[in-house]
């Protein structure tokens, strides 16, 4: 009878957990654990589950408790990470200050680039760009356009400039890497950490005397910042982003952004 | 409590990253239990040691492997009589020793055949040592559960213990003969629930380091070769990353040598969080430790003669 009742609770959270697999690559937040390019295996895989699941109720074999734990376990981390506030689409801030230009013009905007009173700058996302500079693809001048989560510390504050982040993630969000560029803006003080900003401008050799280690994100291992560049902004707004990750990156326009 | 949701989300990611290699593993591990003889396996193996051990190396060519699910292969392959000499490297190797890996580390420092080329010998080499030391040695000195063929019979079905799918007595072909697939989707399931426990214990620790530990911390690795590489294959162990994605995170360790990125890159693979308990929970404790401390020691050791004898450049190579 034990065995017996063991056994269903094992069906059920292996089943729970099988339709959990199945249903997130369907939902809109299987971006917050894993890049979306995986979406396919994490459905495949929760077939198979779900199907497990089902076979294992004409199973004999007696249940471990310690097994059972560890699924319980897993259906609790997963709940909380979906109910929990998550400080990179939950809780950022909502002001919609801008910085550069007061008035500018909303920029008119091709797949791969956008013109600013009259100039263009290539939408690149941080990642690209950073790779970019490894490659000595980059030269003062250039004009890019990027987005990402402000940054602000008392040492860029003081510098008259804020860092925009964002997280490169190749599988999962366990292995996130943070990118960070340092933008040049009129009034640091106009912005809140964890807003979501848009900057465009100009690069300029990096003549700050400053430990650029100091940025870090939470979730990252590591941030990694550039060594050459920062950009002198133009104008940008702040704006609500969809996926606040980067999971793809590519060696040619159009670039992710 | 937004560091509650960071590691709620780092620990649910890691299992669903890890989910589906562990459900491969488990298969293959099943079909190997039902549907492949001993006398098969041995047939398609070298006769001679090294050929045996060489097989094992590159297995993973052929059949490549997460870490997260090669554990429930292995044991199947030592309980069908392959060499320990085989199993052991094979299980060492081919969650690196792969295309799929391969591949990725090659994309992630930008083209470099050097990382990539370490890499592998820091896995190699171990793999082969301990496939060298254990050579030919029965399973039962080798697995926590004796075989059946290896107890006393004291039962219809010849075997003195509870009967349990994933007892890996070897039993099951014959008790379920007539209904081979039935006997495969069992062995899955009961091998995928045994091992997920330790998937998601680790998973559960790892998060835990990668929320909690200070963000400086790594700046404390930097000032000496010998400290960066020995700090980074620690961070490895205790955040338990994929195969897959951990060159991506070695090569963004801005500051670091490449001989502490390649350590890093090859300890993980090898001995995680995920893998500790998995080793103690199947092998004897004695090998259990051995899996843990080999390729330890002897990644450690090749990792600072490198760096000692500057064979790396040690500025390249990585995103920074």
């Known amino acids: ?257 | 409590m937004q560091d509650l949701a960071i590691f709620a989300t780092s620990a649910t990611a890691i299992i669903l990253e890890a989910a589906p290699f562990l459900l491969l593993g488990s298969l293959l591990g099943a079909i190997i239990e039902v549907y492949v003889s001993e006398a098969a396996l041995l047939r398609v193996l070298p006769n001679r040691a090294l050929g045996q051990i060489t097989v094992g190396l590159f297995a993973g060519m052929l059949l490549p492997t997460c870490e997260c699910g090669i554990v429930p292969v292995a044991r199947k392959l030592l309980l069908k009589g392959t060499p320990p000499r085989v199993a052991i490297p094979y299980m060492m190797a081919a969650p690196v020793v792969n295309p799929v890996v391969i591949g990725s580390t090659i994309f992630a420092f930008q083209g470099e055949i050097a990382p990539v080329a370490f890499r592998l010998l820091l896995v190699v080499v171990p793999a082969f040592a301990m496939g060298l030391v254990l050579g030919d040695l029965n399973s039962s000195v080798l697995l926590r559960r004796t075989p059946a063929a290896l107890q006393p019979l004291n039962s219809a079905h010849g075997h003195a213990h509870t009967h349990d799918h994933a007892c890996g007595c070897g039993c099951c072909s014959q008790v379920h003969e007539a209904n081979k697939l039935k006997s495969v989707i069992f062995h899955t399931t009961a091998e995928f629930l045994s091992m997920s426990r330790f998937l998601i214990l680790g998973a559960i620790v790892a998060a835990g380091f990668k929320t909690y530990l200070p963000s400086g911390v790594l700046e404390l690795f930097t000032s000496n070769g010998f400290l960066a590489i020995a700090g980074l294959m620690l961070l490895a162990v205790l955040l338990s990353i994929c195969s897959e994605a951990d060159a991506f995170v070695a090569a963004s360790f801005a500051g670091f040598p490449l001989a502490a990125k390649v350590g890093f890159m090859a300890i993980g693979p090898m001995v995680d969080l995920k893998l500790i308990p998995m080793f103690y929970s199947v092998f004897h404790r004695r090998l259990a430790t051995a899996l843990v401390v080999v390729p330890t020691v002897t990644i450690l050791f090749m990792a600072m003669v490198l760096h000692m004898t500057n064979w790396v450049d040690r500025t390249m190579g990585g995103l920074w």
């Open chain 1, 1 to 257: 009878m034990a065995a017996t009742v063991l056994r269903w609770i094992e069906t059920l959270l292996l089943g729970a957990i099988g339709v959990f697999m199945l249903a997130l690559p369907n939902s809109e937040i299987y971006w917050r654990f894993l890049n979306p390019k995986y979406s396919w295996l994490t459905l495949i895989a929760g077939a198979l589950v779900t199907f497990l699941a089902l076979c294992n109720a004409f199973d004999r074999r007696w249940p471990k408790i310690s097994e059972l734990l560890g699924l319980m376990a897993f259906l609790f981390l997963a709940g909380a990470a979906a109910a929990l506030p998550n400080p990179y689409y939950d809780a950022g801030p909502s002001s919609s200050a801008t910085f550069g230009s007061a008035e500018a013009d909303l920029p008119h905007m091709t797949e791969s680039r956008l013109t600013l009173d009259g100039e263009e700058y290539v939408k690149i996302n941080l990642a690209e760009l950073l790779i970019k500079e490894k490659n000595n693809a980059l030269q003062a001048g250039d004009r890019y356009a990027f987005q990402g989560s402000v940054t602000r510390t008392p040492e860029l504050d003081g510098a008259g400039f804020v860092a925009v982040s964002r997280l490169l993630i190749a599988c999962c969000f366990a292995d996130a890497v943070g990118v960070s560029y340092f933008v040049r803006v009129n009034n640091p003080g106009e912005f809140e950490t964890g807003q979501w900003v848009r900057a465009s401008g100009v690069l300029v050799p990096d003549n700050l005397d400053m430990n650029k280690t100091a940025i870090s994100m939470q979730g990252a291992i590591s941030t990694l910042t550039s060594k050459s560049f920062v950009l002198d902004s133009v104008q940008a707004s702040i704006a609500p982003s969809d996926i606040p990750f980067i999971f793809v990156v590519r060696d040619s326009e159009p670039y992710a952004y």
